[in-house]
């Protein structure tokens, strides 16, 4: 598949480690461009000067985190060869120019619902609900006008099943799922295609984190947390590799996989066969 995004730019939130990180290598390996979007400005830059991409340091639970990524490519060297960028938008709207987008920014909080904070409930969602929504709105009028377009939703297994003590990860991915139908309903007959993409855990920041808050949750040793609760529902008895992720998500944006849209593809070494 390598050469089959030549002239596509991507835009892969989350990109400076873990899954993002691997899509984005994966996606230039393709041929894209790719907009490396990143809460941590060294992260995003690191992987960009990698992948020679554009960085964006943003946060994504920031009301104004639009604008800030469409300011930033705006200034960027990139816009010198994509006058889109620089156009102006609409009034009191604003509008991106990627041809694929791979909403993969999240993180985790562990807690019994009657302890989890209102406000990491809120931001959970803020980040991996409304911003893959308002990435999507914004961009999704380029998409249909040029007739192609690839969303691709890092969702988890955890949009598919349910794990107790993660209630907002639990609740923003299966949200995530929907509203991936949603737009591939809309944008199917614009030769847009909208896809979740859901593992298990995979071998990430996010999961090492995760691991640790188990471990001090329950009371075992971190070992026992992957052994015995993490792997216990899959067949496959491994973590994912952030490679594998990728590979799946270059698929969904080549041509061979331009018929797969609004539905949920597991990578969860089994789980959902339970």
């Not at 930033?72 to 509008?95: F, K, L, M, N």
Request: aromatic content about 6%; proline content about 7%.
């Amino acid at each position: 598949m390598n050469g089959d995004l030549a002239g596509r730019t991507a835009l892969v939130t989350g990109a400076g480690s873990g899954i993002g990180r691997a899509c984005a290598r994966r996606l230039a390996a393709a041929g894209a461009h790719v907009v490396v979007v990143d809460l941590h400005a060294e992260s995003a830059e690191k992987v960009a000067a990698e992948l020679g991409g554009t960085p964006v340091t943003v946060d994504l639970s920031d009301p104004g985190f639009m604008a800030a990524i469409r300011d930033q490519v705006a200034r960027s060297p990139y816009a010198q060869e994509s006058a889109d960028w620089t156009a102006p938008s609409p009034p009191d709207e604003v509008r991106i120019f990627p041809d694929i987008i791979v909403n993969n920014a999240g993180f985790q909080h562990v807690a019994p619902i009657e302890e989890f904070p209102l406000e990491v409930f809120a931001r959970i969602l803020k980040v991996m609900v409304e911003a893959p929504f308002q990435l999507v709105r914004a961009a999704l009028p380029y998409m249909k006008e040029q007739g192609w377009g690839r969303v691709v939703n890092i969702s988890s297994v955890h949009g598919l099943r349910a794990s107790p003590y993660k209630s907002a990860y639990v609740t923003a991915k299966h949200a995530l799922e929907g509203l991936s139908k949603v737009i591939a309903l809309e944008g199917a007959s614009f030769g847009v295609t909208s896809t979740c993409v859901s593992p298990a855990y995979v071998r990430t920041p996010l999961v090492e984190a995760q691991i640790a808050a188990q471990a001090e949750s329950h009371g075992i040793d971190p070992a026992e947390v992957v052994e015995q609760i993490m792997l216990q529902p899959a067949a496959i008895k491994r973590l994912i590799e952030p490679e594998e992720v990728a590979e799946m998500v270059a698929y969904l944006c080549s041509p061979q996989g331009s018929f797969i849209t609004g539905v949920s593809i597991p990578l969860d070494g089994g789980w959902s066969a339970r």
